[in-house]
């Protein structure tokens, strides 16, 4: 049983790091990272193999080398390097017998299988890994065989049992987990692919919606003005109207631009309390119209690094969604203070909330929950402005109840009053 108990261990440490390994590729976006990190998990694999050999007569010695050897090669190549890595690790055990045994046959080995790979890569998931397999059956065989002839022979039964089945096993195991990862990633790259077009289908509708409406507008116009003769005044009204069209659909253009690029054209230090407070004077108005009662808690001398325009831009657009779901009145509150070298930002109102449905979708092209009154721009824009300042938006709503954002940025600055 101590051979088995040997070779199992190999086998176990074998998947514990195949799993490592897998954790640390997932978070590689490059192929060749990928390809690296699996070259290293074969290295490594035949390494600890040698660490937990068992000696099983005078020159020999038992584990599972000859899996990471056949498996690294056929799936990594450099068949020709794990081969030698496989023989100078079993020259530490001494030179003997055994030592020879494993030259001749990982040599051997090592031109077989450097002549396999191509063909191998072009089989199925399934026959990939019977295979692997065989291959490691007879390789086991085969250096049981020799241990026979250049040694004296292994008479425990439990000895070819188990260094025939338990590497058969353990390459089953590894080239099935290696083909399951490797179909893992292609799928979430054929996901990401897909939600890239999804989101591009998505800019598309909205492009074309939010600018043919002002366009066909604007043509309709001029047709009217090119068929037939209207009083001047009668001109006026068709051509103000024609540039307001035109000014709508430039706001749409821009607000695409800004979250497509929200780069900043001036970064600055920008007082927060001061820029609230220019943001509630512009929409005060709106406050008034809808009976919202506005309450600020300030901590005064916050400040951070970005675009001021942009920053107001964003409250803008926030705190009028605020207002705008306060139809028949409420309570609006803006509050700020820092913790630590963060400072937060909270919009909290009293209006008719949203579901988490809403919620998650909140920011995304194109959806709004304002029905047809609503562009599906705004949020996507402040969330992008938001973003590209460093900061990050935490939402929490009930239905009836109403919605507080929580805004956080970094590089805090408490300047003296």
Known sequence: MEITKHLLMNLS??????????LIMERQVKEESRKNLELVYFVIAIFTCYIF???????????????????GSLYAGHSFLFAGLTILMRGFL???DGFWISVLVFTTLAFILKWMQSWFNRLTINQRVGVSIILTVMTSFVLMQMVTVVNQPIRHPEAWLSFILIPALTAGLISYSIETIKQTLIIRQRLAKADKIEAVSHLSAAISHEI????????????LLSEQDYPDEKKKEFIHIAVEELNRAEEVINDYLTFARPAFEKVE????????NQVLNVLNPLANLNGVEVKKKYTSGLTISGDRSKFQQAFINLIKNALEAMPNGGEL????????SVVHILVKDTGIGMTNEQ?????????????QQGTGLGMMVTFSIIRAMKGKVEIKSQVGKGATFHMRFNHFENKPD
Do not use: H
Request: net charge negative; proline share 5%; aromatic share 10%.
């Open 94 to 96: 001494g030179i003997n």
């Open 359 to 371: 919620i998650t979708r909140l920011g995304e092209p194109y959806y709004t929950t304002k029905g």
């Open 13 to 22: 440490l074998l998947l514990v790091l195949l799993f490592f390994t897998q």
């Open 212 to 223: 043919r409406n002002p366009l066909t507008t604007v043509k309709g116009f001029l047709q």
């Open 53 to 71: 050999s068992v000696q099983v007569q005078d020159g020999i010695s038992f584990d599972l080398r000859q899996v990471p050897m056949i498996l």
């Open 269 to 276: 230090e920008i007082d927060i309390e001061k820029e609230l």
């Open 333 to 340: 509150t803006v509050q700020t203070f820092p913790t630590g």
